[in-house]
């Protein structure tokens, strides 16, 4: 099975953990634009939802779902996401889409977090992908130099500016073996905005596309 139709599978299986109505938190990707085409066929269920990014927003808007700001909204019952990688105890790396900064708000103000991924996404060790840092752009050489300091070979993402007017660097060789300390160590930094490792707020639910039908994984 080609890994969008994976990403399909997790993505409408997400509805089956939906509360009866309500606003939705909806993330960013791939996977998640799956999860959005589904969601619009049963939008009527619902309040309408908050977008991570102008790129989710604008699926959103052109499918008729209402999306609203979360400083209205209050906290969510659920956000649904994707991810780059998950380990066992549903700690992530997100952001290779760029829209890590409001998904960890969006994650933070929620209280589950569905995570959707196509099984290649599940790894022992978070650190593969590259890591996704958004830094401010002023901050940009400092930043890297620490990431350098802590093992890490960080490249600024080419061509990209995020919505919230920032850079990304992308750290590659980090073996993350302890995802809660790296997440404190990378956001003490001085002009970090966020690191892309999602420990202290890790995913509650993880819903995985496997040859074998739909598989929910709890840590
Ligand atoms: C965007 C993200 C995405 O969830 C992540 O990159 C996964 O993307 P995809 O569903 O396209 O594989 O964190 O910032």
């Known amino acids: 099975m080609n890994p969008d139709e994976l990403k399909r599978q997790a993505a409408e299986t997400a509805l089956q953990h939906l509360p009866d109505g309500g606003i939705?938190?909806?993330?960013?990707?791939?996977?998640?634009?799956?999860?959005?085409?589904?969601?619009?066929?049963v939008k009527g269920r619902?309040?309408?939802a908050v977008s991570?990014?102008?790129?989710?927003?604008e699926r959103m808007k052109q499918l008729?779902?209402?999306?609203?700001?979360?400083?209205a909204t209050g906290g969510l019952e659920v956000y649904v996401d994707g991810a780059d990688e998950a380990n066992r105890a549903l700690h992530l790396i997100k952001g290779g889409g760029g829209a890590?900064?409001?998904e960890k708000i969006i994650a933070a103000a929620s209280r589950k977090f569905v995570c959707i991924a196509d099984e290649?996404?599940?790894?022992?060790?978070?650190?593969?992908?590259?890591?996704?840092?958004?830094?401010?752009?002023?901050?940009?050489?400092?930043?890297?130099?620490?990431?350098?300091?802590?093992g890490g070979t960080p490249v600024l993402r080419e061509n990209f500016v995020s919505d919230n007017g920032n850079l990304i660097l992308d750290v590659h060789n980090l073996e993350i073996m302890e995802p809660m300390k790296m997440e404190t160590q990378i956001n003490q930094l001085a002009g970090v905005v966020t690191v892309g490792i999602f420990a202290h707020r890790p995913a509650d639910l993880l819903i995985l596309g496997t040859?074998?039908?739909?598989?929910?994984?709890?840590?």
């Open 24 to 41: 939705v938190g909806v993330g960013t990707g791939s996977t998640v634009n799956h999860f959005i085409d589904a969601f619009a066929q």
């Open 46 to 48: 619902f309040d309408g």
């Open 52 to 57: 991570s990014s102008e790129a989710s927003t």
């Open 64 to 71: 008729g779902i209402q999306v609203l700001d979360l400083n």
């Open 100 to 102: 890590l900064t409001r």
């Open 120 to 150: 290649s996404k599940v790894v022992d060790v978070l650190g593969t992908f590259p890591l996704p840092v958004e830094v401010i752009p002023m901050a940009r050489s400092y930043v890297a130099r620490e990431l350098v300091a802590l």
């Open 211 to 219: 040859a074998a039908g739909p598989k929910v994984v709890e840590p």
